[in-house]
Structures are given as C-alpha cells and as structure tokens.
C-alpha cells in the first residue's frame, strides 16, 4: 500500500491512498483533540463543537449541508473520542471537491448560530440522557471515570447536561482556537484520487488555519479505584481494569494479543471458560484502550446478579493462570493470526484505510508500512506475552459494579481474589 504525504506551509498533513479501480473516495479530517483535552468548567465542548459544525458554515445552512452530500449520493457524519474528533465522508469519485469543501468548511468558518446552539443543546441532552439509559454504555464511563479519577481522560465525552447548556459561541470559538491547528490535524483521503489534485483542493480552503495549537495537554494518570452503583435493571454489569500501555509503546501489540487471548474472540479463554463451560453470562470481553501517555485494559460482563460470586472467581483464576503459565505455540499463534488478518482487512475498506493513515500520522508523525506492522505482531513471544501479564495485572485494579447489586466481593476482597 502506498500511503502519499504532503505537508502544506501551515503544518497541516495531507495523506493518500489512490485506488483508481474504485468508484468511489473515503474522506476526513481527523483533529488531535477530544475530552481529554478539555478544561473541566467546558467538559463535553469537543462533542458539542462536532455537533454544530453541522447546523451551519459560512457556506451552507444546516438543510444545504445535509441536501448538497445526499443530493449526489454522499454519505457524511463525525464521532468524537477522548483524544479525537473526525469529519468523514464517502463519495463518489467526481464529487470529491465537493466533500472537501464541506467538511473543510466544518473547522474554517463554523457560524454556531445562536437559535441553532439552543436547539442542539437538547439533542445533546437527549443523547446524555440515553446514554444513561444504557447500562452497558454508562458503565464504561463510571469505568473510565475510576481509572482516571479527577482528570480530564476520566470525564465524560458527551459532558454534563449543566454544562452542555452554558455553552455559547464566543466558548465554542476560544475552544477551536486553542485546539483546531494544522499541526493537530490531519486530512486523508483513500479511493480513485490523483494526490496532487486533493492536496490542492485542501490547500485551497486550509492553508489560513493557525500552524500551533494553545493548549498543554493535562497529564494522563492512571489512578484505579472502586466504585459501585445499585440500579434497578436486569443485568449487572461488571468492569475490571488495569493499568495498560500507550499508543506509543514498543509493546502496543503485546498487549493487545494477551488481550485476544483472554478475552478478544469466541475462542478466548474467558469466553470458553465463563460462557460456553459455564454458561454464567451472555457477553464477556477483554479490550485494551491505548492513549497517548497511558492505557487501560478491561474485562467486562453482563450477567444476572446472582451470578457474580461465580463469576469474578473464573475471571481471578484466568488472569491468574496467564501470569503464571506460558501460552502455548498453538494459542499464540492462532491469535497473531486473527490479529494479521484484522489489520489486512481493515485495509480492505476505504473508509478505515482513511483512518488508519491519518492516525498513524498523529500518533507516530509517519506513516507504518504493512510489513512493519506484521514484521511487529509476529515478533511477540510466549515469553513477551507472560511479562506483558504480569506487567499488567500487577497494576492497581479498577472495579466497577452496575445494577441491583446486594453481596459481591469488595475491593479489597477483589484484590485478594486476583493475588
């Protein structure tokens, strides 16, 4: 795969991927910058921010944005994380321009029209709200909230509803002005494209953005810690974490093997052991979730009330067990495998090539060949895999119970158990 980069005066990045056998072309602006970046009093502003850059441009009201992507077929949209923010579109080959001006439109003259802010206010409110009606999706916050306590990496993406509606123009500004600078963004394109004709189109409407961002990113500390919520709802939902590695670290992909081992797919450990021997629950998991100075492993069940004095025992003496035995040629390369293939088909999509190159251009400044990335997961060893392990789940926990809960192991009885 070929990946183009140019780099405008400014800063800002500009990088390709041409397949001129397709019809079509996957494109974004991807902003290095989320609620971990927020200052608490405008916690949720990133999120908000994405949500009004749709309501009107210099260009285009809300209607006109919507009417000129699917007037040809388009498709846009845009997500915010917790150290990104991304406008995206597909289109058909011809009407590339048309997508990039748009979304260029999006960072460069955003009006945030008052009568606008008003209304989305309470669209954000009703997705604060259903997010909280969502079990398995707040308790992830909770989750987050306790492995970063007191810092912006821990607080909510959406924000506060309170805050949400304090918001107005002249805070939305100052917040794009600190954080939207050519050298935190990064613009991809992937599909039947010449490079030089889209770096002109982006040079065209971003070569005015500010070169530097004005802002220090807060440190990113995990803390670990309990927490424990009684809610009247079916299932409880059940966190563990512990501290992991960073987007940056040699061993990224150490950890997320031992995270497919555990728990990544159907025939994960935990997945054989807790559901299909035991059947104590429907859904079981591990993640790794890499930041750019921390991260955060996790193991998380939904399961009946009950079934939780059987269930965090099967856990404690798998995690247990991968500290103490080496994993066997066949698992370990089962899982390198599965990871292989997970990467090579990503590729296959337009739309998550975009994305793999524009963030590898934000977390390393360049771009990583296939090969490097294969040459780097069939590196790890039995050996890297114990001490990734123990590494790890040698870390303070994170303990996060949701629902009707009555007896289940405390925190300190938790520790003890995974000992």
Known sequence: MQVNLSKLANGLRIVTVERPQTETVSLGIWVNTGSAHEPEEVNGISHFVEHMVFKGTAKRNALQISEDIENVGGQTNAYTSREWTVFYAKMLKNDVELAIDVLADFVMAPTFDEAEMTKEKEVVVQEIKQTFDDPSDIVHDYFQETAYAKQALGRSILGPAEKVRSFNAEKLRAYMGRNYAAENIVVSAVGNIKHENFVKMVQERMSSLQPKKHFVPEMQVYTGGCFA???????????????????????????????????????????????????????????????????????????????????????????????????????????????????????????????????????????????????????????????????????????????????????????????
């Open 229 to 419: 919520k009684k809610r009247d709802i079916e299932q409880a939902q059940v966190l563990l974490g512990f501290p992991s590695i960073d987007h940056h670290s040699k061993k990224y992909y150490h950890a997320s093997i031992l995270s497919t081992i555990l728990g990544g797919s159907m025939s994960s450990r935990l997945f054989q052991e807790i559901r299909e021997k035991r059947g104590l629950v429907y859904t079981v998991y591990s993640f790794t979730n890499a930041h750019s100075e921390t991260g955060l492993f996790g193991i998380y069940a939904g399961l009946d009330v009950e079934q939780i004095k059987n269930y965090l025992p099967v856990v404690a003496d798998e995690i247990k067990k991968i500290c103490n035995e080496p994993v066997s040629d066949k698992e370990l390369n089962r899982v390198k495998v599965q990871l292989k293939a997970s990467v090579l088909m990503a590729l296959e999509s337009s739309s998550s090539t975009a994305e793999v190159i524009a963030r590898q251009q934000l977390i390393h400044n360049r771009n990583l060949p296939i090969e490097e990335i294969v040459e780097r997961i069939d590196s790890v060893s039995k050996d890297d895999i114990l001490a990734m392990a123990q590494q790890i789940f040698g870390g303070k926990l994170t303990y996060t119970l949701l629902g009707n809960l009555c007896e289940y192991p405390n925190y300190d009885e938790m520790q003890k158990m995974l000992g």
